[in-house]
């Protein structure tokens, strides 16, 4: 089945280490996004990928960082995690165009100590 | 003010209740309009999906848009356990990137 598939599912990280999350997807689509989502929040876009092209929103700190080495995979990259940035990482992809559906993965929960 | 407001609840109701949820919007541009259900620490999955106004009807589901007042709904008939999870509105106005603003969520609990 084609589908969004993000590891790992649960991530524990210590204060300032850095950390990866991984996001693939077989459903070959253009765009791919990064949205972090705290508890009992709206999910909070960070950045979208279409095709090659890097977009960041205005408010995402310089803390994040992604990078898409393929149209299959996108990574997320939190530098220095601090506790504030503990949330659930929700990875998204579409076909880009206007009114397209985005498909979620099941996100990965980050945890930070 | 936020773009998008949505009552967070949390709603509970009977099995088999009609439930009723809503979202309003301030942004006039927002064209497209989409409800996801999310159960407890997974992902969000797409329920419907509405261009502009009208209705929608999937199942047990109906989805409204109404452009003039910027209020959506949607209807779960005849609800049941399993629709237990947290409801998201979103919208977009239609970028080329399709860029969502999503709703709060709503916390829905239907029990036996």
């Known amino acids: 089945d084609a589908m969004v598939i993000q590891n790992p599912r649960y991530q524990v990280t210590q204060f300032g280490k850095p950390v990866t999350l991984s996001c693939s997807q077989t459903l070959n689509h253009n765009v791919m996004y990064w949205y972090q989502q705290k508890s009992s929040q709206a999910p909070k876009l960070l950045f979208h990928?279409?095709?090659?092209?890097?977009?960041n929103e205005a408010d995402t700190p310089d803390n994040f960082q992604s990078r898409r080495p393929n149209t299959s995979f996108c990574f997320l990259d939190i530098r220095s995690p601090g506790l504030g940035d503990a949330a659930m990482y929700l990875c998204?992809?579409?076909?880009?165009?206007?009114?397209?559906?985005?498909?979620f993965g099941p996100g990965t929960r980050l945890l930070v100590l | 003010q936020k773009e998008v407001e949505q009552d967070p609840g949390p709603l509970s109701v009977p099995e088999g209740a009609i439930v009723s949820l809503n979202c309003t919007y301030s942004?006039?541009?927002?064209?497209?309009f989409m409800w996801y259900r999310q159960y407890s620490r997974k992902g969000p999955e797409l329920l419907m999906y509405?261009?502009?106004?009208g209705n929608k009807e999937d199942g047990r589901f109906t989805a409204q848009v109404d452009k003039s007042s910027k209020y959506i709904s949607l209807f779960i008939r005849d609800s049941q356990p399993s629709d237990s999870a947290t409801y998201l509105c979103?919208?977009?106005?239609?970028?080329?990137?399709?860029?969502?603003?999503f709703g709060q969520g709503t916390i829905l609990t239907v029990h036996p």
């Open positions: 979103a919208m977009s106005a239609g970028t080329s990137y399709g860029k969502l603003t």
């Open positions: 509405t261009y502009s106004s």
């Open positions: 942004n006039s541009a927002f064209q497209y």
């Open positions: 990928y279409y095709d090659k092209d890097f977009n």
């Open positions: 998204a992809t579409s076909r880009g165009g206007f009114g397209e559906t985005q498909y």
